[in-house]
């Protein structure tokens, strides 16, 4: 089975960064905390006099609106935010599930845990270059799980 380059290098690159996907999420969901704590009326001045409060097509014009509106979009983005990436997570643990035990543990020895090979190999007990063909196996099985049978290279 040969599965086509960019598949690879993708899902290397969510393996390297799925505790950094974590992280963010969790940080995210602080600045969304903080940004929710911060839609408090104190912080918002009710009445702007620098400028008319119509504007030149007639549109009421309130600074409280604008910020709270503000505050709002902003929670909305992160909160998309939150979503792409615990979908990445989600589809990582998912196609994780469909490995081997001996595939599991080389791919979260390297990728999640961030070891050198020698380390590898001493937890499976298997040599270097074992647990790198290991590596190239279980990463085809992940990139198909995680995008599907199209990142297998048709043979012509």
Not at 58 to 66: M, R
Not at 114 to 136: A, D, F, L, M
Not at 141 to 146: E, P, Q, S, Y
Request: net charge positive.
């Amino acid at each position: 089975m040969q599965i086509k380059e960019k598949y690879y290098k993708k899902v290397e690159y969510l393996l390297y960064n799925y505790n950094m996907f974590k992280i963010a999420i969790d940080n995210i969901e602080s600045q969304i905390d903080f940004l929710e704590k911060s839609k408090d009326i104190r912080d918002i001045s009710a009445i702007k006099y620098d400028e008319p409060a119509i504007s030149k097509t007639y549109k009421f014009s309130s600074i409280v609106e604008d910020k709270a509106l503000g505050i709002g979009e902003k929670i909305h983005y992160l909160e998309r935010s939150i979503g792409n990436m615990q979908s990445r997570v989600n589809s990582i643990d998912n196609a994780m599930g469909g490995l081997t035990e001996i595939e599991r543990t080389v791919i979260t020895e390297k990728y999640i845990k961030g070891k050198q090979w020698w380390q590898v190999s001493g937890v499976v007990r298997y040599s270097e270059r074992h647990c790198r063909n290991i590596r190239t196996d279980a990463i085809k099985k992940l990139a198909i799980g995680i995008f599907g049978e199209g990142v297998i290279e048709t043979q012509s």
